[in-house]
């Protein structure tokens, strides 16, 4: 805001001000008037970004009117924008945010994953693998469809592609198929897991890939 103060006069009786605001080039010349601004104080706008302002005092008095201008001020500058972020704010209360409100360039992300049980033995026929999704301002999303398979494949199988529940996880289970082992010196677990909206390019859309692992003991009998 832009505060006028009408100066130093002298008549009698004491003058009354009027004030015209006036929208220049970065120069102070090539004035309008602004229309409305007719008040001591103005408030600036995006439309003066680039420009300087001028205000002209009018005092009146019985005796007549006489006039001035101030001299410009600074060129102003555009306010700075916020960075474009493709993610929504959560709404009041909840838990997460829902995957078809994100949009480019926000992406994806398999921020935790947690398997059950934590080391695969040599005797395991089954196990779960819970998989967190968020975006990358680090909000929950609900709704993602999350993909899961061993690599290399034909260890396990390969579960229905799940959404992602309100709080951001999902559960997804194996069952052991004769890949498994792939050696006999085995000790790692290694998953391919994609997230992604429903019906986006899982390539440049809102998505995310990312290789996970965890303990294989083939000498574990549980």
């Known amino acids: 805001m832009l505060t006028a103060e009408p100066g130093t006069w002298n008549g009698a009786p004491a003058p009354t001000f009027a004030y ?11 004035c309008s008037a602004i229309q409305g601004a007719t008040q001591s104080t103005f408030t600036l706008g995006s439309i003066d970004a680039g420009n300087t302002l001028r205000v002209r005092v009018v005092a009146s008095n019985s005796a007549g009117a006489s006039a001035a201008t101030s001299v410009p001020s600074a060129v102003v500058s555009a306010p700075p924008q916020p960075p474009v972020t493709g993610c929504p704010t959560a709404a009041a209360g909840a838990t997460s945010i829902a995957v078809a409100t994100l949009s480019t360039p926000a992406r994806l992300q398999v921020d935790q994953f947690q398997p059950t049980p934590a080391v695969i033995a040599a005797s395991t026929q089954t196990f ?14 609900s709704g993602a469809n999350v993909f899961a398979t061993a ?6 199988t390969v579960p229905p592609t799940t959404a992602t529940g309100a709080d951001g996880w999902v559960s997804l289970q194996f069952t052991r198929l004769a890949g498994f082992p792939v050696s006999s010196h085995q000790q790692l677990m ?17 998505s995310t890939e990312r290789l996970i692992s965890f303990p294989v003991n083939l000498k574990s009998g549980t």
Do not use: E
Not at 20 to 30: A, F, M
Not at 128 to 141: F, K, L, W
Not at 151 to 156: E, F, G, H, W
């Open 20 to 30: 015209q605001w006036q929208r220049c080039d970065t120069t102070g010349s090539s």
């Open 151 to 156: 690599v290399p494949y034909n260890q396990v």
């Open 190 to 206: 290694v998953m391919f897991i994609r997230a992604s909206a429903p019906g986006a390019n899982v390539l440049t859309g809102v």
């Open 128 to 141: 779960t693998v819970r998989v967190h999704v968020s975006d990358t301002c680090g909000q929950a999303v």
